[in-house]
Each structure stands twice: as C-alpha cells, then as structure tokens.
C-alpha cells in the first residue's frame, strides 16, 4: 500500500483538519456516483478505495505512518476490513444477497459494519432500515466524511420527497402518486450506486 500521505496529496505531519480537507476535495473528486456509466467508473472505484483507506488509517493512528502500512494497519487490511472490503466489491457488482450474507456472518458492531449493513438497505428497497443503520455509523464515527455525505444526501432526498408530497391533496391520489413515489424511490437507489427501475 502506498504512503497514505502521498495517496491523499498531502505533507507528512499533516492536521486533522488538513487530512479531512484532502479526503473531502478528493471524494469529491472520485466518488464513484460521478463516473455512473462512465468507463473510467473501475479506476475511480478503485481510486476511492485507496483514498478511504489512507483517509482511516491516518485517522485511526492521529496522523502518524510508521513505513509500513500493512502491518499496523487493521481497518481494511485486518480480518474485518478484507470483509467490508469484499463487502463493498459485492455490493458494487449488484450481488446484493452475497454482500447481506457475508456481513451478518461477521457483525462487528463498528461503524463500517452498520453503514454497509445500510447500503445494502437502500438497494433492497428497505429505506427506513437503510437510514437508521447509515445514521447509526455516523453517529459513531462522526468524522468520516463517507457516512456523513451519504446520510446528508438521504435527508436532502426525503425533505424533497416530502415537501413534493406536503403539496399534493391527499382526496386525489391516483397513478401520478404512485408513479413519483416510484421515481423518487428509484433516485434513492441510484444516489446509492444502484438502480431500482432499470432502462432497456
């Protein structure tokens, strides 16, 4: 594994608040929802995935990088990190009852276990699951930027859903309703790397 300093463009010694701000810049730059469709959407996924790993190494070690990057490090390259890892390219292959599989035979109750549990949520369809479990990581890992960005976009999301839906008259619902819950249901889904209505 690669310098994490040099992964996220930064100098060695950097502040916290200098390594959330490289993360941030750079998930924003490669997260994999930018490169839907996109050739490049294998090499962006595998770049988010180096830069996660750095990001939480040098978060879990308050900065420091002794050299040798696999030995010290337990979030991704330890027994439970290969699992999410495995998890994460499940999930992104759509092999969504593998992925739901594989993590309930390794609950670990760490914040990276209820935000995959979640995603894994919002591709089945069962949305308020999905947030409760997405809240639950960021609620224990408040400066992961990751669970932070999904859960604000799944807020973004139901205030918009609701203020649509806050306007509506509830004495006419007909096919119109259902189908803007539907397409709202599918934006969700999509906003998570999945597709709940597919396009022929």
């Known amino acids: 594994m690669k310098n994490p300093y040099e992964v996220l463009g930064i100098k060695e010694g950097a502040s916290e608040e200098e390594i959330r701000r490289a993360y941030k ?53 330890g ?21 739901e599989r594989l993590l309930k035979e390794n609950q670990t109750g760490e914040a990276e276990w209820y935000f995959l549990s979640g995603l894994i949520s ?20 408040p400066s992961n930027p990751e669970y932070r960005f999904t859960l604000n976009n ?11 839906g806050g306007n509506m008259d509830s004495d006419n619902c007909d096919a119109c309703d259902f189908c803007t819950c539907l397409l709202c249901s599918d934006c969700c889904c999509e906003c998570m790397g999945g597709d709940l209505i597919s396009c022929c």
């Open 122 to 141: 919002l591709r089945k369809g069962w949305y308020d699951q999905g947030y409760q479990q997405i809240s639950r990581a960021a609620a224990m890992d």
């Open 25 to 77: 810049e750079l998930a924003r730059k490669y997260h994999p929802d930018k490169y839907a469709n996109n050739p490049l959407s294998d090499l962006a996924e595998e770049k988010m995935k180096e830069i996660n790993e750095a990001y939480n190494y040098l978060m879990k070690n308050k900065g420091s990088y002794s050299g040798d990057y696999s030995r010290g490090h337990d979030s991704y390259q």
């Open 154 to 164: 799944l807020h973004r999301q139901n205030a918009a859903y609701r203020s649509r």
């Open 79 to 99: 027994h439970a990190g290969s699992i999410y890892a495995r998890v994460r390219n499940l999930i992104n292959q759509g092999n969504i009852m593998a992925a």
